[in-house]
């Protein structure tokens, strides 16, 4: 196995268990490590650190490791039960009125590079890093010690996520079991199909689940408009919690089919009323709000992708999410609210709030905020990693 020796005084971080070491703290390698590479870290002084994943990037090691140890189906399989059990402490997992959950989530569940979501009985990897990639076949062994028969498939959708093309291609496709896709699953009660074959990410956005409930309990009465609606989730809360009417909107025609379905099922099992309404526009965000009325929505959800993927973005996405806040607050009816939110790793709350501080300067109206944002106990932050906060949200009442 590799070693890696740190830079002096380069090895604070990794001491705390921060689980990333960037390229500019290594000083040497005992040989040229391969991408996706099990290396041992070590101090400049020669004290063992732990052991990760090597990266040929500016996060040259995701550590998985801070003590000796073997990097195996048993470790993967411990880990998970770990993960299991803080789903089944928070009461997500299992059973219950949802079975669509977040089973790891990377460096939250000290499995950095990692994502499992779990859809009924499927389970769906997504490998961030080649290393992890590469261990798919002992995180599906150890899933099934894990789940049993509870298992009836996985899925690895990881071709989108990798970026070492040029080393291998990443097909994605079941490596174990086969099961349909689409296929509904329920969250607190409300049914959604999910295609975690051609849907984004691995299906579903699980990660607004206590944001969509929060948005049902303020729909009674409300027009809303469902900005980046994806397939729907939050125009089905909003709906199932009184709305007048909501409208959603993306620039997507694959989703339209996928959200008139979710609206449908919901209204069949009497969670929609039928003298609601509902109406997807294809189209634009920003040409769609330039079009609409003033006053016409009394809730706007705005839930965009994320603006700023690296640090050098930052800027420009600040801009982006100011501008588009801006105009949303134009819009919206007096005593209206507004959910807006980044889901950009590269952007703290400071940042994005202070975006959203100009863009209500821009509008020139009053604007308080009635609760902060984030993501729920399935998207665990660890402690020792803060970028893990990723979701960043504002609940706005607009005068």
């Keep these: ?20 070491i960037f390229s500019g703290a290594i000083d040497k390698t005992s040989a040229v490590p391969q991408e996706g590479d099990i290396v041992r870290v070590f101090s400049h002084e020669g004290e063992f650190l732990g052991s990760g994943h090597w990266n040929n990037g500016s996060i040259a090691v995701r550590m998985l490791l801070f003590e000796e140890g073997e990097i195996d189906v048993r470790f993967f399989t411990e880990r998970i ?11 997500i997992a299992p059973g219950g009125n949802t079975s669509a959950y977040r089973l790891v989530h990377g460096e939250g569940d000290n499995l950095p590079g990692l994502i499992i979501d779990v859809y009924n009985d499927t389970f769906v990897v997504q490998a961030h890093s080649f290393g992890m990639y590469k261990a798919i076949g002992e995180i599906k062994m150890a899933l ?6 509870k298992l009836k498939a996985v899925y690895n959708k990881s071709s989108s996520t990798i970026s070492v093309k040029d080393i291998v ?23 959604f199909l999910v295609d975690w074959v051609n849907g984004q990410k691995t299906g579903f ?17 409300r027009r809303v408009l469902n900005l980046f609606s994806y397939t729907g989730g939050f125009s089905v809360y909003a709906l199932a919690g009184g709305a007048v009417s909501a409208d959603s909107v993306d620039s997507s025609r694959i989703v339209k089919e996928l959200i008139e379905k979710n609206i449908d099922i919901n209204r069949k099992s009497g969670l929609i009323p039928y003298d609601s309404t509902h109406n997807f526009f294809c189209t634009d965000v ?20 994320a603006f700023a993927k690296h640090r050098d973005s930052v800027s420009n996405a600040l801009r982006g999410y100011q501008r588009l806040n801006a105009a949303v607050i134009e819009k ?3 005593g209206g609210l507004i959910f807006t939110f980044s889901c950009s790793q590269a952007i703290d709350r400071e940042a994005f709030s202070l975006a959203i501080f ?22 665990p932050v660890n402690i020792f990693h803060p970028e893990g906060d990723y979701l960043k949200g504002l609940l706005l009442y607009v005068e």
Excluded at 81 to 91: D, E
Excluded at 144 to 149: D, M, R, Y
Excluded at 205 to 219: C, H, K, M, T, Y
């Design 144 to 149: 099934k010690e894990v789940f049993g028969e």
């Design 286 to 305: 920003n040409s769609f709000l330039k079009d609409c009325k003033d006053g016409q929505y009394d809730l706007i959800i705005v839930d965009p992708p």
């Design 205 to 221: 956005f699980l990660d607004q689940r206590d944001n969509r409930a929060l948005v049902e309990s303020l729909s009674r009465g």
């Design 358 to 379: 100009s863009a209500a300067a821009q509008a020139k109206r009053k604007v308080r905020i009635l609760s902060r944002l984030t993501q729920p106990a399935d998207h």
């Design 81 to 91: 039960h770990k993960a299991l059990n803080l789903r089944m402490v928070t009461g």
């Design 332 to 334: 919206i009816s007096a």
């Design 169 to 191: 291609s990443f097909p994605d496709g079941y490596i174990e079991g086969n099961s349909e896709s689409p296929v509904a699953v329920f969250e607190n009660g409300k049914e």
């Design 1 to 20: 196995m590799i070693n890696i020796i740190l830079k002096k005084r380069r090895d604070e971080s990794v001491k705390r268990f921060h689980p990333w």
